[in-house]
């Protein structure tokens, strides 16, 4: 009997699937990857000239808002978000404050969906008293050990500035680093895109729910927390300040899977860059920090003119600014954050007192670097949930 049952059920799935179905899932694979535009997929001429050749397509406030409507259509659609699954209880778990000068902080995991865990860190002032601005935080590709994503020195020094100027700071796991890797979380995962920017919508909704200003939230990350933050800025308003740190180009469309791994800038007959999906920021305040040993090593002569070009639609061409560090390399060091912290005091309503001084320079010696382990939610007290997810391959969307 079981092997009739089994032969019986070999048949039907032969019936239901046949090889001119099989070939069609083939064809629209294969689609699907000629559609993607990974790394330095146009030259630095091409994406110059791209920009030249949009900006006739736009002449006016309405033509842009146009424009801006298809690029966020054609993220939500690449990445399989047109329709959001329903959002579930965030249900989290807080660890006790730890509290330091002017500062405390609070691990955190919430669900993002049944089961799917985002890890992360809550810094808030001390002794604050009604709703604060509100900042969230992606991070780029840094995995080797001891400086890996948000666990970085200068990470948790910027969440640390940030949080004593007034703001709450919440710092998370991309998929598949820090504690996120070691609950069995893949990065290389070819739809890591779609559940990584599911998870930067829901800490969002976190940081809301724990009392933030919505009136004053932000994102900021650089590298591939840079992709994020103009990502997430596209394509939800509640974010009101963005600042990507050295990932805006015209040329250069991400090398990873979670920046250019789903079909997002291209289709049969659309094509966009990452400079009109930050564009889609206008007229929210956003800060580009660029850098002269990178894919933005044009922000001043190429990009910056381009999203100014945008903002002035709406008579705000002020709100989106550059700053260029010639000399600098590709990260979120102490220049960078010397450039940020005055442009996110200036929008968020912060005190930046607190962390630079009256001559430009940035005080942070006061910030204590934590170990990675201790900045886990994860522990013997926070058990990881028996209901809990640690592949990919689970999520149910």
């Not at 955190?108 to 001390?126: D, R």
């Not at 599911?198 to 004053?216: H, Q, T, V, Y």
């Not at 963005?242 to 079909?263: D, I, K, T």
Request: charged fraction near 25%; charge should be positive; glycine fraction near 8%.
């Amino acid at each position: 009997m079981r092997k009739i049952f089994r032969l019986l059920v070999v048949c039907t799935l032969l019936l239901a699937f046949t090889p001119a179905q099989a070939q069609g899932q083939k064809k629209t694979a294969k689609a699907s990857q000629n559609m993607l535009c990974q790394g330095d997929y146009f030259t630095e001429q091409q994406g110059k000239d791209f920009l030249e050749t949009q900006k006739k397509s736009y002449t006016t406030q309405k033509d842009w808002e146009k424009r801006a409507k298809l690029i966020k259509e054609h993220i939500l659609k690449g990445t399989g978000l047109t329709k959001f699954p329903k959002k579930c209880p965030l249900n989290p778990i807080i660890g006790a404050k730890r509290v330091f000068d002017g500062y405390q902080v609070q691990n955190v995991a919430f669900e993002s969906l049944p089961g799917v865990y985002v890890t992360g860190s809550l810094y808030t002032p001390t002794n604050a008293k009604g709703k604060l601005p509100g900042i969230i935080s992606p991070h780029g590709h840094w995995h080797k050990k001891g400086d890996v994503g948000r666990y970085r020195p200068d990470a948790q020094k910027r969440f640390a500035a940030l949080a004593r100027m007034g703001a709450m700071v919440f710092g998370y796991d991309m998929v598949g680093y820090g504690q996120m890797e070691e609950l069995g979380w893949k990065h290389d995962h070819p739809e890591v895109l779609k559940l990584q920017l599911w998870n930067s919508i829901r800490c969002l909704d976190f940081i809301l729910e724990m009392g933030a200003d919505p009136d004053k939230i932000a994102c900021t990350g650089a590298s591939g927390g840079g992709t994020q933050t103009f990502l997430l800025t596209a394509i939800d308003n509640r974010v009101k300040v963005s600042v990507p740190v050295v990932m805006v180009s015209a040329y250069f469309f991400g090398g990873c899977v979670c920046e250019s791994g789903m079909p997002i800038h291209k289709d049969v007959d659309y094509q966009t860059n990452n400079v009109e999906i930050a564009a889609c920021a206008a007229p929210r305040p956003m800060l580009l920090v660029s850098d002269g040993d990178d894919w933005t090593k044009n922000n001043p002569e190429v990009e910056l003119p381009h999203l100014k070009y945008i903002y002035n639609f709406f008579g705000k061409s002020d709100l989106v600014q550059n700053v260029h560090l010639p000399n600098d390399k590709h990260g979120y060091d102490i220049n960078k954050r010397a450039a940020v912290y005055p442009f996110l005091a200036k929008y968020l309503g912060l005190d930046l007192s607190k962390a630079m001084n009256p001559d430009g320079t940035v005080r942070e010696d006061m910030i204590v670097i934590e170990d990675q382990k201790v900045l886990y939610p994860f522990d013997e007290q926070h058990p990881f949930p028996a209901t809990g997810i640690r592949s990919n391959d689970l999520v149910k969307w």
